[in-house]
């Protein structure tokens, strides 16, 4: 156990502490000399994001016009590929909704300008749903709202 909490940067005091009962055992709670850890923070590449229906059900298509930001997110969805696809909306730094695209199969193709990505199913209902989420996204961006693309929780680009 000393060795699992060691690796965690915690270390077991050597001495008992006064007050603790006998079920608790050495070690449990965190030390209070570790160092915090630092904040853990990315840029996330700006573009414009299109939404549109497709057969079974539907296309996302992320642009950028700056090549380092263009770069940055086709190496992100390189990495991320054959993860789950998500879209979040957001106004005022709220989310307004969130899709998961789990009820397809999501595909991603690096274009000139960005990624193109794809989230079909064969299953009528699924698309359905697929569809149903391009609406709501399309709705939420054209009142106003930030769309933030994801791959495995990561997002990989932000736009309207």
Do not use: H, W
Request: proline share 4%; aromatic share 0%.
């Amino acid at each position: 156990m000393n060795a699992m909490m060691e690796r965690m940067g915690m270390t077991a005091p050597t001495t008992g502490m006064p007050g603790m009962g006998m079920g608790m055992a050495p070690g449990m709670m965190g030390s209070s000399s570790t160092m915090p850890t630092g904040m853990n923070m990315m840029m996330v590449p700006r573009g414009t994001i299109k939404m549109e229906k497709c057969e079974g059900g539907m296309k996302i298509t992320c642009s950028c016009d700056d090549k380092m930001a263009n770069s940055t997110m086709q190496n992100l969805c390189t990495m991320l590929t054959g993860g789950m696809v998500s879209c979040c909306t957001m106004m005022n730094g709220m989310m307004t909704s969130c899709c998961n695209l789990m009820m397809g199969m999501s595909k991603c193709e690096t274009t000139d300008d960005g990624c193109c990505f794809t989230c079909t199913s064969g299953d009528k209902d699924c698309a359905a749903m697929i569809q149903a989420c391009c609406d709501c996204c399309s709705t939420m961006m054209a009142a106003g709202c930030t769309c933030c693309l994801m791959m495995n929780g990561t997002p990989v680009c932000c736009g309207c």
